[in-house]
Each structure stands twice: as C-alpha cells, then as structure tokens.
T-cell receptor
Framework: AAGVIQSPRHLIKEKRETATLKCYPIPRHDTVYWYQQGPGQDPQFLISFYEKMQSDKGSIPDRFSAQQFSDYHSELNMSSLELGDSALYFC?????????????FGSGTRLTVV | TQLLEQSPQFLSIQEGENLTVYCNSSSVFSSLQWYRQEPGEGPVLLVTVVTGGEVKKLKRLTFQFGDARKDSSLHITAAQPGDTGLYLCAGGGSGYALNFGKGTSLLVTP
C-alpha cells in the first residue's frame, strides 16, 4: 500500500540558508500535518492543511511557511535556518482531518544545519 | 495545549516479561492514539481508543482508555525484542492537531 512519501530523506544546510521539504500524502487523504522532532523529544506540531487550506497552526516559527497544493502534496519552506532547526521533520496525512482514524506518518526528513 | 504525561520514561526488561506504560492527562480527550516509533523513522499507529473504558487488543498488546477519557494504558504481555521502540500516546485537542506525550522508551533484551 502507498505510504506518505517525504523528500529529501536527509538534508544538510548552512546557517541562514533556505530549505524546502516535500510531502506526498496517501492517495485520497486530504489532510496533511507537519511535525518537528528534536533529538530525544516528542513530535511537536507545526501546521496542518485540510483541502488545501491551513486548518491548524502550532509552534511554527515565522521563518517557516507551508502550503498544500492542488494535488494535495505539501511543502514546508524554511528560511534563515538556525542551528536549532536541526531535527527530524515528519509529515503525516489523514482522511478528512479525522483524528479518530489516526495519522499515517512518513519516514521523515532529517535536517542538519551546520 | 492539552498535556499528556507518559510513564515510565524509560523501561528496560528481559524477553518474556510483562509491562505496562501509562498516559495521563488532566484533560478529556475525544480519542487517544498509541504509536510506536523506531529510531530515525516516523511513528506508526498502533491503535485508537474512543470510548471511555474501552479495551482493545492487538496480539500481545492491550490498550485501555480510562472511564473519564483522561488516561490510557498499554500493557504488553511476554515482551519480545521486536517490541523495542518508543511508545507515544497522542490525543486531539480542539483543532486538527494531535498532541504527543514525551514517550516511553522500551528496550527488551533477549
């Protein structure tokens, strides 16, 4: 079965550079979520989109932005990268924004800022 | 933000032992979910509990949702090395987002 696809799998950037992370949800899933997980930390919610509209906003820095496109894939754009942005970034998708059915997570993008 | 507290934070046991991990909150949740995460990978959904007092079984894993829908437990019978991982509980707030607990890191040694 198709899963949530994230790219790239690994990314190394220098401070003050920009990065774009991509997420392709499970087919027919219309809700996408972005989470950031630092070393030894639990996933922290950043932002979500339902039917291409922002549905919820968490602890996403102003330097980051995201959107969901017509084909339901989503991109997380990160600018002015800081060392503290180094983390695993997960995308998850669900059908209809329905938490009770659970999220399917991708394998994540490991971002390292040097 | 509705906080979820998980305990214990770390657990190291031998193969064949039983264990229980807990997820507690002062808030009421419409549902709670349990995920297992392996290093460098995304969390994988194990179960969703919805009804207060609900018990769900997944092979050797038993999940229970508290009557007041504020807490949940995960019991593993006869743990195996393949059960090793980070167990995360997650609950929904008023919005779309799931809030995660800090997890219980389980190590099962042969």
């Amino acid at each position: 079965a198709a899963g949530v696809i994230q790219s790239p799998r690994h990314l190394i950037k220098e401070k003050r550079e920009t990065a774009t992370l991509k997420c392709y949800p499970i087919p027919r899933h219309d809700t996408v979520y972005w989470y950031q997980q630092g070393p030894g930390q639990d996933p922290q919610f950043l932002i979500s989109f339902y039917e291409k509209m922002q549905s919820d906003k968490g602890s996403i820095p102003d330097r980051f932005s995201a959107q969901q496109f017509s084909d339901y894939h989503s991109e997380l754009n990160m600018s002015s990268l800081e060392l503290g942005d180094s983390a695993l970034y997960f995308c998850a998708s669900s059908l209809g924004g329905h938490r009770m059915w659970g999220y399917t997570f991708g394998s994540g993008t490991r971002l390292t800022v040097v | 933000t509705q906080l979820l507290e998980q305990s214990p934070q770390f657990l190291s046991i031998q193969e064949g032992e039983n264990l229980t991990v807990y997820c507690n909150s002062s808030s009421v949740f419409s549902s709670l979910q349990w995920y297992r995460q392996e290093p460098g990978e995304g969390p994988v959904l194990l179960v969703t509990v919805v009804t207060g007092g609900e018990v769900k079984k997944l092979k050797r894993l038993t999940f229970q949702f508290g009557d007041a829908r504020k807490d949940s437990s995960l019991h593993i019978t006869a743990a195996q090395p393949g059960d090793t991982g980070l167990y995360l509980c997650a609950g929904g707030g008023s919005g779309y987002a799931l809030n995660f607990g800090k997890g219980t890191s389980l190590l099962v040694t042969p």
